[in-house]
């Protein structure tokens, strides 16, 4: 049973526009959420991530948009660039610093092209 | 800092043969995770330590999986007898505080023929 659901497994892009990667949960515990990002050969890295608290958080050109009601997050980044290419995993939490135990969804690869 | 280290960064054996697959954390980080990647499960947690000590195992798929912490800076999963299925990359993970700073190793690419 996939608690996160990434229902798109690519998205292609032009560079300069905008990249919406989204996501889906089932939990309504998960009350924090994180996209981490992916290059072929390497292990995930932290990307950004959102309280339940908040429903938008900005980081540079990254942006993640929360709506509780619909149990969705999306990541919106703008604008693209080439070196974006990479695979986008959405994961869910219950509680920083409680629970340290992240659930992922399948990822989105994203590919821009220039 | 050289970050999270695994090894054998690739592995290829056959079915039945014992698996191990080694985790160095970052210097400092209290907790350790391990994950598998397939296609069809995406990523998921197998098991992880805080203190050395082992909090959840819930995502091991069976007793085949075996995974240890000796020390603060070393750890193994463990897969024995090993079959086709157990094909994927697994990674190890460590943090200090919350789930943002998770830092993931390279990962090791295991296929078993």
């Known amino acids: 049973d996939q608690q996160v659901k990434q229902n798109s497994p690519s998205l292609s892009v032009q560079e300069g526009r905008i990249s919406i990667l989204n996501c889906d949960y089932t939990n309504s515990m998960f009350d924090y959420f994180l996209w981490y990002k992916k290059y072929p050969a390497e292990g995930p890295t932290f990307l950004i991530s959102?309280?339940?608290?908040?429903d938008k958080n900005e980081d540079g050109r990254f942006t993640v948009f929360l709506n509780k009601s619909a149990k969705h997050l999306s990541l919106h980044i703008v604008p693209s660039q080439p070196g974006d290419s990479a695979v986008y995993f959405c994961a869910a939490s219950v509680s920083p610093g409680g629970s340290e135990k992240l659930v992922f969804g399948k990822g989105t690869k994203l590919t821009v092209n220039p | 800092d050289a970050g999270v280290i695994q090894s054998p960064r690739h592995e290829v054996t056959e079915m039945g043969q014992e698996v191990t697959l080694r985790c160095k954390p970052i210097s400092g980080h209290n907790s350790l995770f391990w994950y598998r990647q397939t296609m069809m499960r995406g990523l998921e947690l197998l098991i992880y330590?805080?203190?050395?000590?082992?909090?959840?195992d819930s995502g091991m798929p069976e007793d085949r999986f075996s995974a240890k912490m000796p020390n603060a800076s070393f750890s193994t999963l463990k897969i024995q007898p090993s079959e086709p299925r157990d094909s994927a990359v697994y990674f190890c993970?460590?943090?200090?505080?919350?789930?943002?700073?998770?830092?993931f190793g390279p990962g090791t690419r295991l296929l078993v023929l």
């Open positions: 330590f805080n203190n050395n000590v082992p909090i959840d």
């Open positions: 959102i309280s339940s608290i908040k």
């Open positions: 993970a460590s943090s200090s505080q919350g789930p943002e700073t998770q830092y």
